[in-house]
C-alpha cells in the first residue's frame, strides 16, 4: 500500500487525497506500523493534502493500537492546533489509547474534556474507560464508569461493556462481584462469550474459588459456548492456584480427549501445578514433552517453563535435578 502511495507522489499527473491518505493510515494502524503512519502524516502535510477529522482519528487509532498513548496524546493536540474539530470518535480513539498505553488517569482526562467539550459519551466511551480502568487495576474505577452507563439513559452496557467490566473483577481477584455483574448480565437478557466466561473463571481462579471456576467452565459448556485451549488454561490456572493437582490432570486428558490440542500455557500450568503439589517427576514428563515436541505440537518452552521446572525440582530439594533442567536453557 505504501509502495502504491510513494508511486502517486513520484507521478504528477497522479497525487494522493485526503480519503487515500487516511484509508493508508488505517491500513499502517492495523499492521503495527504507527510511524509509518506518522510519516504518511507528515507527507499529507507537505504535499498540502487537507487533513480532516477522520485522518486525525485514523491517526490517534493506529498510535493507540500499538499502544503509543502519548503519540496519540500529541496528535490529539495537534488537531487542537489546526482548528480541526474533535467528535466522539476523536475522544473515543484518545481513551482508548491511552487504556491502551496503561494510562487511565489520562483516559479520565479525555473523559471529562469531550464532555466539556458538548461531546455526548457513547457505549464505546464508556467501555474504553472500563476497559483503561481494568487494565491498570484500578477496579473501583472501573465500577465508576460502569454505573455512570448504566445511569445514562442513551446507552446501555452490552455484551463487551459486562466482559471488561468482569475482566477488572478478574484483576484483582474479586470473585464475587464479577459474579454479581455476571447475573446482572444474564438477568438483562445479554448473552455472554467465551471472552466473558474466560474473565469469570479467572476471577473465581484468583480468589481460590477453583469449585465455582469448575461450575462456570460447566455452564460455559452447557449454554453451547465452544472451550478453545484458552478456556481450558484458564480453568487450568484456577486449580493451579490451589493446588488441584487430581482436577488439572483430568482437564488435561478431557482437553485432549476433545480434540483441544495443549500449548505452551498449557505444559507451563501443568509444570507449575505439580511442582506445588511435589510432584517433581511428573512436572519434568511435562517439560520433557515441552522439549521433544510429540505430536507435532510444535512447542518452543520459554522462560516460564523453565523457571516452573526448576521450581518444581527445587520444592521437593531436587538440586541435581533443578540444574540439569537449568542447564538445557542454553
Known amino acids: 500500500a505504501m509502495q502504491v502511495f510513494e508511486d502517486m507522489v513520484q507521478r504528477s ?3 494522493p487525497n485526503t480519503i487515500t491518505c487516511n484509508m493508508l493510515i488505517t491500513a499502517c494502524g492495523k499492521a503495527g506500523q504507527w510511524g509509518r503512519a506518522i510519516d504518511l502524516f507528515e507527507e499529507m502535510k507537505a504535499l498540502n493534502v487537507q487533513c480532516t477529522t477522520i485522518t486525525f482519528n485514523s491517526l490517534i487509532t493506529a498510535c493507540g493500537q500499538s499502544k503509543q498513548w502519548l503519540e496519540a496524546t500529541h ?13 466522539a470518535v476523536t475522544y473515543n480513539a484518545l481513551i ?16 471529562e474534556e469531550m464532555k466539556s467539550a458538548g461531546l455526548v459519551p457513547n457505549l464505546v466511551t464508556y467501555t474504553a474507560l472500563i476497559a483503561a480502568c481494568s487494565r491498570c487495576n484500578e477496579w473501583e474505577q472501573a465500577v465508576h464508569y460502569f454505573a ?24 484483582v481477584g474479586r470473585a464475587e462481584e464479577a459474579l454479581h455483574y455476571f447475573d446482572k448480565m444474564r438477568a438483562a437478557n445479554i448473552r455472554p462469550n467465551h471472552f466473558t466466561y474466560h474473565a469469570l473463571i479467572g476471577a473465581c481462579g484468583r480468589a481460590k474459588d477453583w469449585k465455582k471456576a469448575k461450575e462456570v467452565f460447566a455452564d460455559m459448556r452447557a449454554l453451547g459456548v465452544v ?10 490456572s484456577a486449580f493451579e492456584r490451589s493446588s488441584q493437582l487430581d482436577e488439572a490432570l483430568h482437564l488435561y486428558d478431557t482437553m485432549q480427549a476433545q480434540g483441544v490440542r495443549p500449548d505452551l500455557v498449557t505444559y507451563n500450568t501443568l509444570i507449575s501445578t505439580c511442582g ?18 510429540p505430536e507435532g505440537h510444535q512447542l518452543k518452552p520459554d522462560v516460564v517453563t ?11 530439594q531436587r538440586w541435581s535435578e533443578a540444574m540439569a533442567v537449568f542447564g538445557r536453557m542454553g
Open 13 to 15: 499527473s497522479l497525487r
Open 75 to 87: 496528535v490529539f493536540q495537534e488537531m487542537n492546533a489546526s482548528g480541526v474539530e474533535a467528535d
Open 96 to 111: 482508548d489509547a491511552c487504556g491502551k498505553g496503561m494510562q487511565w488517569g489520562e483516559a479520565a482526562l479525555a473523559f
Open 148 to 171: 455512570l452507563c448504566e445511569d445514562d439513559p442513551n446507552v446501555a452496557p452490552n455484551t463487551v461493556t459486562y466482559t471488561a467490566m468482569l475482566h477488572s473483577c478478574e484483576r
Open 227 to 236: 472451550a478453545d485451549a484458552v478456556s481450558f488454561n484458564v480453568l487450568l
Open 276 to 293: 506445588k503439589c511435589g510432584q517433581w517427576e511428573l512436572a519434568l514428563e511435562f517439560f520433557d514433552i515441552v522439549l521433544t515436541n
Open 306 to 316: 523453565f523457571n516452573a521446572a526448576i521450581t518444581a525440582c527445587g520444592r521437593s
